[in-house]
């Protein structure tokens, strides 16, 4: 079973930071690409940034600029760095990655349970 756990969401005021962390647990598998969607109420969700397994990355036109993904390949984890943050980028942020199992050799996609980031204005 493979799981994905996100943490550091929160409240922050506009133009502050945010760092979100999203981890990979379990046995024999491995990661293919990794990324970052949001949900605001109301609204569908969105690809905020994508990452792929060699680093190359791609970004929303909302954020570019202004947030940072990364990867640990060693940690199998991804960051979102969020910075200069606007009251628009409040959302649920979900992580997901791409994944292959010891029993399934196709990729499958694994996404968190969700961390909540609220900006004020």
């Known amino acids: 079973q493979v799981q994905l756990v996100e943490s550091g969401g929160g409240l922050v005021q506009a133009g502050g930071s945010l760092r979100l962390s999203c981890a990979a647990s379990?046995?024999?598998?491995?990661?293919?690409?990794m990324g970052w969607y949001r949900q605001a109420p109301g609204k569908q969700r969105e690809l905020v940034a994508h990452?792929?397994?060699?680093?190359?990355?791609n970004y929303a036109d909302s954020v570019r600029g202004r947030f940072t993904i990364s990867r640990d390949n060693a940690k199998v984890t991804v960051y979102l760095q969020m910075d200069s943050l606007k009251p628009e980028d409040t959302a649920l942020y979900y992580c997901?990655?791409?994944?292959?199992?010891?029993?399934?050799?196709?990729?499958?996609?694994?996404w968190g349970q969700g961390t909540q980031v609220t900006v004020s204005s």
């Open positions: 997901n990655a791409d994944i292959r199992t010891r029993w399934n050799s196709n990729l499958i996609r694994y």
């Open positions: 379990g046995s024999d598998f491995s990661v293919n690409a």
């Open positions: 990452i792929t397994n060699g680093g190359i990355t």
